[in-house]
């Protein structure tokens, strides 16, 4: 199979070994199609649809019975393969369309000089495990891998290598085939008295630690000492046994591992190994030398460059939150702030340092200049809900607010309900004749005298203090023009059906969401600056069609920054939605995209909406996801070519799509 047009001068053949493989087999070889001249699969006992799949990208698919040892397996594909180089992957590794550009351009840079490339390889996830790994050889290299499990093509000297940290392979593990068949296989190959070397002992080390079998760790890790190992097989087998050894809480022996690895086999100070030492040293209540070894921590960045297994995270956001704890419990809140704020700098969407702001580093609103919040709660034939919704807001524990209750022209018993509630802060606004959501909305906030906006539903119910967590946090963070919450999901009689949804709290996650249909938190979660709507002149358009809040939160993302508490203060009633409000929220999507620079043909438009549903999975074939695929990257690159500021979070977004499962 040959790549779009792709100009090299060398040719690459990709070689994947399967085994049931079926919800992943499609997403990698789909990404593999681009860059690859030629896709060799080869199958090993799959029961479900994985041979079929294969077969839809590519005729070379061939069947072997596995025979326990992925070196021989690896070595059989790679003897089929054509092309001047081969690279291997595996059916659950996934390529961000960045890294598969420059998996295009790397081709045109390589010559038959090159014996080996090494690329990044990490496991999927912010805090996960990276390091270079040999990913593409030469022909004539490429069937010389050994070793029955976690094989390897041994690196000779003199080969010529070209390393490239800058490409990134993700691997995303879905499921577990067979929990003990690294085990098993090691277990066999030992009582043939061939688990010899560095390289095998290592991964032995790993594969009982996992388990934690500490008995038979610590045997398999003497035996590796004692086989004269390099500096990085030591390492990566200490990984594996400092996690057991703290799981087992056994401090004083993971402490002693460390020292032995760096002391006497030169394995260099990491992150991650500063970050296991502090743990080890609070286990044994040690906290002062914790805070030395997290401190050291932050102290050396991740080098991937360097051969060694590395761990994203505990450089920053790890060793972080650990210092921004320790230093509250000495009462050094100021330090305890600035830790937790270095955390939330390195991975903005992570859930702890969000809870550490909102609970214990947003300063309460000022006395004396408590800003005044109007909550409007649109109406119309709402009698069933409506009395749930107006006591949550009356009941918030931040008292300074109105209600505006905007009612359409209710036919039922809605405004009577509302009458009777005697609070003064309740406004009712009702239409002599129904004008539509769009100008009931405007017409609140035209007459709301709140410096803060908050909208809420009528099925909907708030959290008591929703109303004082969103305006301390819009107080104290400026930035931030339009803010959500994290919400649980509550059926027609008022039952936990999702027990938290905590939406992502980027801006550029945001920017890049509305643009193709996501805004992910709730419209009944919402507040926003009044000054926000007025200076950026934002209304609800009745004069078009489509999901109002959606069209609202799309034109705010584009002038100012969005973003969302963890902390959940809503309950959200599930609502469905028909066919006729998809087609029209498509619609509103292609305005969104129309208004960032993208220019798709009305037959794309409309493709659009089809494959790609407002709610619930989609449900495609392969042909249906490659015609997305395209889509997307016909609107990356407009977008790439317009200077669109959040194209890492399109990739993220777009990819969380087309990872769905495909029909048969």
Known sequence: MCADEAVSQVTLSVCLIVKDEEPVLGRCLSAAAQFADELIVLDTGSKDRSVQIAHEYTDLVYYEPWQNSFAKARNLVASKAGCDFVMWLDADDVMYPEDIRKLIELKKELTLNTDTVFITYRNYGFLADLGIRDRIHRREHACKWTGDVHEAIP????????????????????????????????????????????????????????????????????????????????????????????????????????????????????????????????????????????????????????????????????????????????????????????????????????INREQFFTPPLPSGEEPLVSVILPSYNSETYISGAVSSVLGQSWKNLELIIADDASTDG??????????????????????????????????SRGDYIAFMDAEDICLPDRLKAQLTYLNNY???????????????????????????????????????????????SVMIRKTFITGNHLSFR????????????????????????????????????????????????????RMSGVRLTKQEESRLGELLPVSGAPAWNRKERDELTMLFAKIRGQLAAEGFPSLKALDEITWSVLNQPLIP
């Open 155 to 354: 690196i000779e000297d003199g080969w010529n290598l070209m390393i490239r940290p800058d490409i990134t392979i993700i691997h995303k593990k879905e499921y577990v085939n067979e929990p003990e068949r690294n085990i098993r296989i090691f277990d066999g190959v030992k009582s043939k008295g061939r688990l010899k070397g560095a390289y095998a002992l290592s991964y032995y080390c790993r594969e009982l630690a996992n388990r934690d079998l500490k008995d038979r760790a610590m045997d398999a890790w003497q035996e590796l000492l004692d086989s004269g190992p390099s500096a990085s097989r030591v390492q990566y087998a200490l990984v594996f046994m400092t996690q057991m050894l703290l799981r087992l809480k056994e401090y004083e022996k993971c402490r002693e591992l460390i020292d032995i690895s760096t002391g006497r086999y030169n394995v260099p100070l990491s992150a991650f190994l500063c970050y296991q030492s502090g743990l080890a040293a609070e286990g044994m209540n040690d906290t002062d030398e914790a805070v030395r070894q997290y401190r050291r921590a932050t102290e050396l960045p991740v080098n991937t460059a360097s051969g060694m297994i590395e761990f994203a995270g505990y450089d920053d956001y790890l060793s972080c939150l650990k210092l921004c704890a320790l230093s509250y419990d000495k009462d050094d809140l100021e330090g305890s702030e600035e830790w937790n704020s270095r955390a939330g700098r390195v991975w903005p969407e992570g859930i702890a340092w969000r």
């Open 414 to 447: 809605t405004c009577d309900i509302i009458r009777s509630f005697t609070d003064p802060r309740i406004r009712l606004l009702r239409n002599d004749s129904k004008l539509g959501i769009s100008a009931t909305l405007n017409r609140a906030i035209a007459e």
């Open 478 to 524: 400026r930035e931030i023009m339009l803010l959500g919450t994290s919400y649980k999901l509550i059926d027609h009689e008022g039952r936990t059906v999702v027990s938290a949804v905590v939406p992502p709290c980027s801006p550029d996650h945001y920017r890049a969401g509305l643009l193709l249909g996501s805004p992910e938190f709730c419209s009944s």
């Open 542 to 593: 009745k004069d078009l069609p489509g999901p109002t809040y959606f069209r609202f939160f799309m034109g705010a993302s584009k002038k100012g920054a969005v973003s969302c508490l963890a902390d959940i203060h809503l309950k959200h009633r599930i609502n469905s939605i028909s066919e006729d409000q998809s087609a029209l929220y498509n619609s509103t999507r292609c305005d969104s995209l």
